[in-house]
């Protein structure tokens, strides 16, 4: 059940009041510490060869079909690639760490920043196979998830992907994004048209979805041989029941 509308004084309906709103402030570059993983806004010094190897584990150039960016054929063009992300303020780029190897193993970013609406979106999520399926991986996106929410107070957090990308809107889905629809020929990149499917996550919503990630990153909710004992899409559906 929805709330009923307010009416303006035209017996027009509007939206929620919200007097005490303010613009909220930009994402910071400090780290995330997490228990399996830690976010760092990228630098090429200390982040671009740990990247570039990670995304060499891979047997070929797939996961980069939907991304603007790579694959990279030799360092020196990851090099060029990473300077670039470690430049921009928006998208602000993050690496992810492993706090047991203490290397990064993959990226991802909030961008489309947008402080005096409350809205911001994660995106360029490139993980590399040794962080695909990982506690690290889901860990990640909880993490920067916090940020938005908890810690600068945003009002929705979005994710967008090329609609044919079907890992995408799948990991979409199990972190507790609500699918709004297909943009149609959004943009075009790698020589391409781009239908854009758009997922959120609302304020409201934050608190269940929080949760639902807490009991899953749980040390308890691991068997011996590391497997989970709840799915992740569960957890968060209970804790919105």
């Not at 079909?65 to 430049?87: E, H, I, N, R, V």
């Not at 489309?112 to 360029?124: F, K, M, Y």
């Not at 196979?129 to 916090?146: D, F, I, N, S, V």
């Not at 945003?154 to 709004?180: I, Q, V």
């Amino acid at each position: 059940m929805t709330d009923a509308p307010n009416f303006n004084d035209y017996d027009q309906p509007i939206g929620p009041p919200l007097p005490d709103w303010k613009p909220r402030a930009l994402p910071p570059r400090t780290p995330i510490q997490g228990r399996y993983c830690r976010l760092e806004a990228i630098d090429v010094e200390r982040h671009a060869k740990d990247l570039f190897d990670a995304y060499a584990t891979a047997p070929d150039g797939r996961d980069w079909t939907y991304m603007s960016g790579g694959p990279f054929p030799d360092f020196d063009s990851y090099y060029a690639y990473a300077t670039k992300l470690a430049a921009s303020t928006d998208p602000l780029h993050h690496a992810i760490v492993d706090t047991v190897t203490g290397k990064a193993v993959g990226t991802l970013a909030l961008m489309r920043i947008d402080p005096a609406n409350g809205v911001v979106e994660v995106g360029h999520v490139a993980y590399s196979p040794l962080l695909k399926r990982t506690r690290a991986g889901t860990e990640a996106q909880y993490l920067l998830m916090r940020r938005a929410f908890d810690e600068l107070g945003y009002r929705r957090y979005e994710w967008k992907c090329d609609a044919l990308n079907a890992p995408s809107r799948r990991a979409a889905a199990r972190y507790g994004f609500t699918f709004e629809g297909i943009f149609r020929q959004a943009i075009v990149y790698r020589g391409r048209s781009r239908d854009t499917a758009w997922f959120s996550i609302i304020d409201s919503e934050w608190p269940a979805i929080s949760r639902g990630f807490e009991q899953w990153l749980s040390p308890e909710n691991f068997d011996a041989h590391g497997q989970h004992r709840a799915g992740l899409a569960a957890l968060i559906a209970a804790a919105r029941a």
